[in-house]
């Protein structure tokens, strides 16, 4: 703009001058005019060069996914790539508009808060994470074995929960994503997938390293269509896998016994910029195979109206998911609101929103009922709820979370299984059946304070009390063997048994980071 002002003042001066001139200066004049207009070319080339700078930064802009924050629950959802020649446009109403940019929707439990990736480039966008964690349990195990938790897996020990190293490619509308898992994440996930017993090729130690994996296409449809396959992230159970992104460490068991991935194909369609539907074909019920001989069937509805409101609903169906029951079949619902309902950033407290969850499901066929104890067997189901309230301080410097939630899972089939003798899902332990009817009710509460003096690291303090109707969690006797693993994973060994008790209390501090 301003280029363009003083070519054009340049020229009415140029004009001025030549009508003042006399006739027998002409030459002069022209020679005066030639000099000017060839100042004036330079400058127009000039001008071009600058615009043409200016839209390749704007492509350079469209083409970073971290900054649109539309992730979800249990995920970082890569967002539609826009086109290379267009800037990102945030209004809703547009048809071109990017899904999910018209509000800044950091706040939401699961989603991560960084705002920006200043390293971030055209074709890729790196990410870097890191859970380290500290956990004190009251019982004090003498293996140091902390017991039904997907998060926390060692007591008085510090751990890497988790180190992921990898981010987003996309260029021409194709995009890649991928992120290790090293740390414990490594061990527990695929110990709690029972899939890889079936068949060869070891299908456990193949992924597990993987935390995500997956590729894609962008469909220029609408607000956007991306197709992808691989594994990625779930979203059932509304907290992020990465405890980064989330309110609170050690989430109830809502979430923490519903998956964190899938392995399969998924579409995402964004056919509003509020709305996403998002249908999945996997192999099953988290898990890196099928169990069976049928896969899972599932998908997502994401709604976000404006930017203090999200609902959101998970389905799961036809899977086949007990190992070795091939006529056994798993439905499940799960669905969660969340509302900011307070926001005033110089205020001393900043922002405040709650979530609430309830999930629903059951099995049937192969010797259970969805519909309590029939002829066809003993009732095999899951229900239960959590809710959570968070208040940020000081421009969202410090946060604090109180929350909590119940179960009732008869048949168990939802339990993570403890390791006792080195039990997998797979191995199971005559310690702690999971055979149909056998009751499993819990609940839980917690207390987390968070210092948040950068976007990209958290410092979080957190308090847990779990309770079960039956003895679940470790006590002082631990659940190892004198001497270590003895015989079979998960078998009897003469003269001991796993010390369970009822309830557990601990607290956990972590160093949470995101780049």
């Not at 080339?45 to 200016?54: G, Y």
Request: aromatic share 12%.
């Amino acid at each position: 703009m301003g280029l363009t002002l003083g070519v054009g003042l340049t020229l009415s001066a140029g004009d001025l001058h030549a009508q003042a001139q006399t006739p027998n200066l002409q030459s002069a004049v022209e020679n005066t005019q030639t000099g000017q207009d060839l100042k004036i070319q330079q400058l127009q080339d000039k001008l071009e060069e600058i615009q043409r700078e200016l839209i390749e930064l704007k492509k350079a802009n469209s083409a970073q996914p971290e900054t649109h924050h539309i992730t979800s629950a249990k995920a970082s959802v890569a967002p539609p790539s826009l086109s290379e020649a267009e800037p990102e446009v945030t209004d809703p109403s547009s048809p071109h508009s990017e899904p999910f940019a018209f509000a800044d929707f950091t706040w939401l439990n699961g989603n991560s808060r960084t705002k920006d990736t200043p390293y971030a480039t055209k074709f890729f966008t790196p990410e870097i994470r890191s859970d380290v964690s500290y956990t004190y349990d009251f019982r004090h195990p003498q293996d140091d074995t902390i017991v039904g938790s997907s998060e926390v897996f060692r007591s008085s020990e510090v751990t890497l929960t988790d180190l992921g190293i990898g981010g987003d490619f996309h260029y021409d509308n194709v995009h890649a994503r991928v992120l290790s898992q090293i740390g414990l994440y490594a061990t527990a996930t695929p110990r709690n997938d029972a899939s890889p017993a079936r068949g060869q090729w070891d299908l456990a130690d193949a992924y597990r390293y993987i935390g995500e994996a997956n590729a894609g296409y962008h469909f220029n449809v609408q607000h956007g269509l991306n197709v992808d396959a691989g594994i990625f992230l779930s979203y059932v159970g509304l907290f992020s896998f990465y405890q980064f992104d989330n309110w609170a460490y050690q989430p109830s068991y809502v979430s923490s016994n519903t998956p964190w991935f899938f392995n399969g194909v998924r579409v995402q369609w964004y056919p509003t910029a509020k709305l996403k539907i998002e249908p999945w074909f996997i192999n099953g019920w988290q898990s890196y195979g099928r169990f069976n001989g049928r896969p899972g069937l599932g998908g997502q509805i994401l709604w976000r109206p404006n930017g203090k409101l999200e609902i959101i609903g998970n389905q799961y169906g036809y899977g086949e998911d007990a190992l070795g029951v091939p006529s056994r079949t798993r439905l499940h619902t799960d669905d969660s609101i969340e509302y900011k309902y307070y926001d005033r950033p110089d205020s001393m407290i900043s922002k405040a929103a709650f979530t609430v969850t309830g999930d629903a499901g059951c099995e049937s066929g192969g010797g259970v009922s969805c519909h309590g104890n029939t002829k066809q067997g003993p009732k095999q189901s899951f229900l239960g709820f959590m809710v959570y309230n968070r208040l940020w301080f000081d421009r969202d410097k410090y946060g604090l979370t109180i929350g909590g939630g119940r179960i009732n899972n008869p048949g168990r089939y939802l339990v993570l299984l403890p390791p006792i003798n080195g039990a997998t899902a797979a191995s199971g332990t005559p310690y702690f059946t999971e055979n149909p009817g056998d009751p499993f009710k819990a609940w839980d509460a917690s207390v987390t304070g968070d210092y948040m003096p950068s976007q990209y690291i958290t410092y979080r303090l957190e308090y847990n009390h779990r309770a079960a109707n039956v003895p679940y969690f470790a006590g002082p006797g631990g659940v190892t063997p004198p001497g270590g693993n003895t015989g079979a994973l998960g078998s009897v060994v003469p003269n001991w048994s796993p010390d369970l008790r009822n309830s557990e209390n601990r607290i956990t501090g972590a160093f949470l980071v995101k780049f």
